[in-house]
């Protein structure tokens, strides 16, 4: 008497890999498609940008910080200097990538953050008294967190997206900007404080991604990446 199929043999021609027992069965085109999983390339130096990539399951194969001029042109809105940033980034990564045997062929990702009371570009504070300005400016008022996001697919096209988060600060007193300022925090950072540490408790109110104000707006990175065909779910089953 002939038997009956079992009711968890696949019924498709797609062949399974047998897993130890309580792993996941994965289809033998999956397991292909992770084998060959493109580089990825991150035209950034920022730690903050790389943990939020991590954080999504996502990890560079190379970090190719971008050697560009970040200094806002005569009359440039804030929307359009971080548009053209991320661009110039990413165009700077993708001559470098071009030129690596190993990295030729990759996806890039640049991004370029910007924080803008009205049309006004607030700078990367370096200097104490830049950040000083920065806050005071920032206190009890609302302002806007603009990141634009860049990648370079595998054919070398581009995709470009740009994000905006509106920020209410409350109002400081002369302790806080002063006591921020000895925190060290803010060095570095656009509109001179860094919305993941101390200056997290200044946020009165917040629309939009928190992730933008970090530095990469994780849900439309994602996006991007995964509508040009990148396996964003690759580093998933080995995320702790």
Known sequence: MALSPR???????????????????IS???????LGRPKFVLASGSPRRLSLLNQAGIEPDAL??????????????PR?????????????????????DELRGAFIL??????AVGRRILPKAELVDEASQCLRL??????????????VTPKESFRQRLIETKVRFKRLNEEDISTYIGSGEWRGKAGGYAVQGIAGSFVVKMVGSYTNIVGLPLY?????????????????????
């Open 7 to 25: 009711n968890d043999e696949p019924s498709s021609g797609c062949r399974t890999i047998p897993l130890p027992i309580g792993s996941a069965r």
């Open 28 to 34: 033998r085109i999956d397991h292909i498609a992770m």
């Open 64 to 77: 190719r910080p971008a050697d560009v001029d970040e200094t806002p042109k005569r009359g440039e809105l």
């Open 80 to 100: 359009a200097c971080a548009n053209r940033l991320a661009r110039a980034k990413a165009e700077a990564a993708l001559k470098s990538v071009q030129l690596d």
């Open 110 to 115: 640049a991004a370029d953050t910007v924080v």
């Open 138 to 151: 920032l206190s009890g008022r609302n302002h806007r967190v603009y990141t634009a996001v860049c990648i």
């Open 220 to 240: 439309e990175t994602v996006s991007l990446l995964g509508g040009e065909g990148f396996p964003i779910r690759f580093g998933w089953l080995n995320a702790s």
